[in-house]
């Protein structure tokens, strides 16, 4: 029998931290995960670990929240995170995942929790990328409820000499005029400013906002110093481009943020940018980068994708799996 624990601090708890030493991943992290209670998010958290009753052997993790709504309560992995869901043991087998999720299944009975909503990683991310996890999740009876669109670059198999005529005519183009740097300070109020202004800026020309306020992303990169990555693209000596890379784990590289400033739209910067930040990819020995999505509300942008193909991306799904409890 496999049993459900919940943990109720991840940052003194042992047993979690050393699972994820062994097959680490960002949105498992207690140090990014903390954001959300240093800036008063008030979610309410249901980390569970799942073992075999009666030892310390850890088969999966997961991050999860509570969420009330119209009288009933919902278990959501998770908000304040890009991704939920089950962080597996390596090398786990599909009978072990049959049984983690009736596990799972019944810790939501028991709690009373009218739903579950899980926002899946693309298969992808997994140690061992195979799509065993969907085929038990659905057989176990979660429905797909929603779908994206990610693309993620083979980084081993990026090759200046691949992407197509037009872009390599314009990267090098603007390899004589940009000059592309991390951001190897310590941020903060003073000199993160102009910095996060050209994403601000960059944002509110789409009508959205940073998923991060000015402070957290300050927060976020002083507690992961080695686990976030800044760039900055510069003509001359003003600020042109940024670029906000995350290290999900040894083998993948999530693209949170690439913003250019409009004023140097017509230097393409931003793609300019892109290429470098996947050239530093390759050259620390990351073998994906995830781009980002190509979607919105349900519709494929088409000029999005077809400007990520044009980098060597591939599409992935993101999926939401959705469980009522009865």
């Given at each position: 029998m496999?049993?459900?624990?919940?943990?109720k601090?991840?940052?003194k708890?042992?047993?979690w931290?050393?699972?994820?030493?062994?097959?680490?991943?960002l949105?498992?992290?207690?140090?990014?995960?903390s954001?959300?209670?240093?800036?008063k998010?008030?979610?309410?958290?249901?980390?569970?670990?799942?073992?075999?009753?009666?030892?310390?052997?850890?088969?999966?993790?997961?991050?999860g929240?509570?969420?009330?709504?119209?009288?009933?309560?919902?278990?959501?992995?998770?908000?304040g995170?890009s991704y939920?869901?089950?962080?597996?043991k390596?090398?786990?087998?599909?009978?072990?995942?049959?049984e983690?999720?009736?596990?799972?299944?019944?810790y939501l009975?028991?709690?009373?929790?009218?739903?579950?909503?899980?926002?899946?990683?693309?298969?992808?991310?997994?140690?061992?990328?195979?799509e065993?996890?969907d085929?038990?999740?659905?057989?176990?009876?979660?429905?797909?409820?929603?779908?994206?669109?990610?693309?993620?670059?083979d980084?081993?198999?990026?090759n200046?000499?691949?992407?197509?005529?037009p872009?390599k005519?314009?990267?090098?183009?603007?390899s004589?005029?940009?000059?592309?740097?991390?951001f190897e300070?310590?941020?903060?109020?003073?000199n993160?400013?102009?910095?996060?202004?050209?994403?601000?800026?960059?944002?509110e020309l789409?009508?959205?906002?940073?998923?991060?306020s000015f402070?957290?992303l300050?927060?976020?990169?002083?507690?992961?110093?080695?686990?976030i990555?800044?760039?900055?693209?510069k003509?001359?000596t003003?600020?042109?481009?940024?670029?906000?890379?995350?290290?999900i784990?040894s083998?993948?590289?999530?693209?949170?943020?690439?913003?250019?400033?409009?004023k140097?739209?017509?230097n393409?910067?931003?793609?300019f940018l892109?290429?470098?930040?996947?050239e530093w990819?390759k050259?620390?020995?990351?073998?994906?980068?995830?781009?980002?999505?190509?979607?919105?509300?349900?519709k494929?942008?088409?000029?999005?994708?077809?400007?990520?193909?044009?980098?060597l991306?591939h599409?992935?799904?993101?999926?939401?799996?959705?469980?009522?409890?009865?």
């Open positions: 496999t049993e459900t624990i919940r943990v601090n991840i940052d708890d042992i047993e931290n050393e699972f994820l030493r062994n097959q680490y991943n949105f498992f992290d207690r140090r990014f995960i954001y959300n209670d240093e800036f998010k008030k979610i309410k958290w249901h980390h569970l670990m799942f073992r075999p009753e009666g030892t310390n052997k850890i088969l999966a993790v997961m991050t929240c509570e969420r009330n709504a119209d009288g009933k309560k919902d278990f959501v992995s998770c908000d995170l939920g869901g089950f962080l597996w390596r090398k786990t087998d599909l009978i072990t995942y049959f983690v999720i009736e596990s799972f299944k019944k009975a028991e709690n009373k929790f009218s739903s579950c909503i899980i926002r899946n990683p693309p298969f992808r991310y997994n140690n061992i990328p195979n065993e996890t085929y038990a999740l659905m057989k176990k009876g979660f429905e797909v409820t929603g779908i994206s669109l990610t693309n993620i670059i980084v081993r198999d990026f200046f000499k691949k992407i197509s005529g872009k005519r314009s990267i090098k183009k603007s004589s005029v940009i000059t592309v740097e991390l300070e310590e941020p903060d109020k003073k993160f400013r102009e910095f996060y202004d050209v994403l601000l800026r960059n944002r789409k009508n959205v906002k940073p998923t991060h402070e957290e300050i927060y976020l990169k002083n507690k992961l110093k080695d686990e990555i800044l760039f900055t693209a003509i001359e003003e600020l042109a481009a940024v670029c906000v890379l995350f290290k784990n083998d993948m590289i999530l693209n949170f943020y690439l913003a250019g400033d409009e140097f739209k017509m393409r910067v931003s793609e892109l290429y470098k930040s996947i990819s050259e620390n020995g990351y073998n994906y980068y995830d781009i980002g999505t190509s979607d919105m509300n349900g494929l942008l088409e000029g999005l994708y077809a400007f990520k193909k044009k980098f991306a599409g992935f799904l993101r999926k939401t799996y959705e469980h009522k409890i009865k």
